[in-house]
């Protein structure tokens, strides 16, 4: 396990974005991967992100190690009124996460866009260019 954090965020359907973080494991080849393989459809993601804040990600939400359900913790996520004021709001993160994970409309059908935080072109990308 690694300590690389990251955020993991669904666009939902009233462009509203709900968003998670993830303590361990966040880099492309784990949570990325992971991601891309496991959650391509917009409900499954819906239903992870619901579960707020991740120790671990797995394989499905029931896999996930979820802080509120699993640890008796309270459930804490992120909400931003649109897509802009993320964007902002997680530009200069290097400091924070490693990696931004964000499932939305782009050209025109769902998919996982990501933010590599630390990087000089903070642009979100593709994720599976990125994992190809």
Known sequence: ????QSMIA????DNTI????????GELAKAGKTLLDHYQDYERVLSL????DL?????SPEKSYAYARDGHDDLIKENYPDIEVFDRATDF????????YLYCK???EFMWLVRDCSA????????KDLLK
């Open 93 to 100: 993160q290097d400091d924070y996460l490693d990696y931004c």
């Open 10 to 13: 669904v666009q939902e359907k």
């Open 120 to 127: 000089d072109d903070r642009q979100f990308k593709p994720l």
């Open 55 to 59: 120790k671990t990600l797995g394989d």
């Open 106 to 108: 782009f050209e025109g």
């Open 18 to 25: 709900t968003s998670l973080l993830l303590d361990r494991d």
């Open 1 to 4: 396990m690694t300590d690389k």
């Open 49 to 52: 992100v619901n579960l707020g």
